[in-house]
């Protein structure tokens, strides 16, 4: 059956929810049957209902098929422009200054996707900053889905993927051909490194960051865990350090402790120094 049940529809909201923080409203039957019938057929199911059925079960499996099918992993590179152009002529600039003695950098995708964001970073880094060449640069990419956090591994992208904003320069300078496919080179990739991290579960011990993308995320987010999630990030950048959020996605409102600096056609947010 191709169709979602009410009864399948509430239980994927209640569980989406608790494993993601993914609000899935009333008006979403449609995605989920569009993103779940995949999930369908390879599993050798019937019907969403018999998904439902095995995630009852504790079937691992599947809960990870499903959060990853029901998770928008849309991405570009350099996406947006505007917040590269803020990295570019005033929060790079700054670290560089600000950290001219310590020779390190941190910087995290907190919601990377495919990795084209973190490896965005990485280019820019490489091809406008030969200053840190030498410093200890750490880029970290980080989501909830298996699928996208193996794939940005990979650092392969289709001709598609490729042809949504990377500049045909950098395309030249730092992809090679393998078949279909387009692979960052190896002197990117081997700067960046992913992992799975769930932004709505508590967090692991980690390091303090200078930078933290967190892009296109909180906006599946209900108030309360955009908060939570934001005093958190809060907590792991360095004073001083920026944050960086999508474009429909603020603080104002939400935490205290950021200082909005309008940069070109965006706003970056400072953490204040206490
Ligand atoms: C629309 S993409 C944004 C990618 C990139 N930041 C950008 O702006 O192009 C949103 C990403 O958030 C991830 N995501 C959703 N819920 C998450 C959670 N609770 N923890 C970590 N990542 C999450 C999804 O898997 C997806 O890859």
Same mark, same amino acid.
């Given at each position: 059956?191709?169709?979602? @049940?009410?009864?399948?529809?509430?239980? !994927?909201? &209640?569980?989406?929810?608790?494993?993601?923080?993914?609000? !899935?409203?009333?008006?979403?039957?449609?995605?989920?049957?569009?993103?779940?019938?995949?999930?369908?057929?390879? *599993? &050798?199911?019937?019907?969403?209902?018999?998904?439902?059925?095995?995630?009852?079960? &504790?079937?691992?499996?599947?809960?990870? =098929?499903?959060?990853?099918?029901? @998770? @928008?992993?849309?991405?570009?590179?350099?996406?947006?422009?505007?917040?590269?152009?803020?990295?570019?002529?005033?929060v790079?600039?700054e670290l560089v200054a600000s950290n001219v003695t310590r020779?390190r950098l941190a910087i995290w995708?907190?919601?990377?996707?495919?990795?084209?964001? #973190?490896?965005?970073? =990485?280019?820019?880094?490489?091809?406008?900053?030969?200053?840190?060449?030498?410093?200890?640069?750490? #880029? *970290?990419?980080?989501?909830?889905?298996? @699928?996208?956090?193996?794939?940005?591994?990979?650092?392969?992208?289709?001709?598609?993927?490729?042809?949504?904003? !990377?500049? =045909?320069?950098?395309?030249?300078?730092?992809?090679?051909?393998?078949?279909?496919?387009?692979? /960052?080179?190896? $002197?990117?990739? $081997?700067?960046?490194?992913?992992?799975?991290?769930?932004?709505?579960?508590?967090?692991?011990?980690m390091q303090d960051y200078d930078v933290i993308?967190?892009?296109?995320?909180? /906006?599946?987010?209900?108030?309360?865990?955009?908060?939570?999630?934001l005093e958190r990030v809060r907590g792991r950048l360095r004073p001083g350090g920026f944050l960086l959020?999508?474009? =429909?996605?603020?603080t104002?409102?939400?935490v205290d402790g950021f200082r909005p600096i309008?940069?070109?056609?965006?706003?970056v947010f400072r953490r204040e120094e206490s």
């Amino acid at each position: 059956m191709t169709t979602a @049940t009410a009864e399948d529809f509430q239980y !994927l909201q &209640g569980f989406l929810l608790d494993r993601s923080a993914i609000v !899935l409203s009333e008006d979403k039957q449609y995605l989920v049957e569009t993103r779940l019938l995949p999930v369908v057929q390879r *599993h &050798g199911v019937e019907s969403i209902t018999d998904l439902v059925r095995a995630i009852r079960r &504790g079937d691992k499996t599947v809960e990870t =098929a499903v959060v990853d099918a029901m @998770t @928008t992993n849309e991405t570009s590179w350099f996406r947006d422009a505007a917040p590269f152009d803020a990295l570019r002529n005033l929060v790079l600039p700054e670290l560089v200054a600000s950290n001219v003695t310590r020779r390190r950098l941190a910087i995290w995708s907190a919601a990377c996707s495919t990795g084209q964001e #973190l490896y965005s970073v =990485a280019m820019l880094l490489d091809s406008e900053f030969s200053d840190l060449a030498s410093w200890r640069v750490d #880029l *970290h990419g980080t989501d909830l889905s298996t @699928t996208v956090v193996q794939r940005a591994r990979t650092g392969s992208f289709t001709a598609l993927e490729i042809n949504r904003g !990377l500049p =045909a320069t950098l395309l030249v300078r730092y992809f090679r051909r393998e078949g279909a496919q387009f692979v /960052i080179a190896d $002197s990117i990739r $081997s700067r960046v490194r992913f992992e799975l991290f769930n932004l709505a579960r508590p967090w692991p011990p980690m390091q303090d960051y200078d930078v933290i993308l967190l892009r296109n995320v909180l /906006i599946y987010f209900d108030v309360e865990t955009k908060r939570d999630v934001l005093e958190r990030v809060r907590g792991r950048l360095r004073p001083g350090g920026f944050l960086l959020l999508g474009t =429909a996605e603020t603080t104002r409102g939400l935490v205290d402790g950021f200082r909005p600096i309008p940069v070109g056609a965006t706003t970056v947010f400072r953490r204040e120094e206490s």
